[in-house]
């Protein structure tokens, strides 16, 4: 499976997400912050994935075309209040949910 994971810096929720899908999960993903993310490959990173995973409420409609909307997902964690990637707290948030996930074969 191939994940577009996404927060607004792309530095620690959507980092330690996408990090832990690869390493541990043997999957694809990509970490993008959508606040410094042009349109134009948001929309190319839209198309590449399975799956596109917000990491708090967000209206997608403005970057992602409609034919790739049905791919989006919200994992709400809310706002980044550890400060750095892989913070062994967010790590411990996220771990279980992705095992969830790898039950129902990533199925969200």
């Known amino acids: 499976m191939k994940f577009l994971c996404v927060c607004q810096g792309g530095n620690v929720r959507s980092f330690t997400l996408s990090t832990l899908l690869k390493l541990k999960?043997?999957?694809e993903a990509i970490a993008v912050g959508w606040q410094y993310m042009d349109k134009a490959a948001f929309r190319a990173l839209s198309k590449w994935a399975?799956?596109?995973?917000?990491?708090?409420?967000?209206?997608p409609g403005q970057w992602i075309p409609k034919e790739y909307?049905?791919?989006?997902?919200?994992?709400d964690i809310g706002e980044d209040r550890w400060g750095?990637?892989?913070?062994?707290?967010?790590v411990n948030i996220l771990d279980p949910v992705i095992r969830q996930w790898e039950k129902r074969e990533f199925k969200l």
């Open 25 to 27: 999960y043997n999957q």
């Open 50 to 59: 399975d799956y596109i995973i917000f990491m708090q409420p967000w209206e």
């Open 69 to 75: 909307q049905n791919k989006v997902r919200v994992l």
């Open 84 to 90: 750095v990637s892989l913070n062994i707290d967010l």
